[in-house]
């Protein structure tokens, strides 16, 4: 059976091909910072929607492949870092 891919996967599968992917340096340093992210917001009560410009969304999910986590877990990490301190603007 074929599966028919989206746009979106379709891109990826090229970018795979290309070798345009590379591994992560620190992957376990990553993974533990964001699993303990991830840990830290799993307690959600709330739901926010938000409009993104569909680049930022489609370098969000990248980001977010990289690591290993959905891209929701990722967006919901930074701002809760952001909102707590641990993440400042540069």
Known sequence: MKYKLSQEEKDLESSIERNEWKPVDNKAQYLKRFKSAAKNTLLKDKRMNIRIAGK???LLKTKALEIGIPYQTLVSSI???YVT???TER
């Open 56 to 58: 930022d969304i489609q």
């Open 79 to 81: 701002l809760h870092q």
């Open 85 to 87: 301190g641990k993440l």
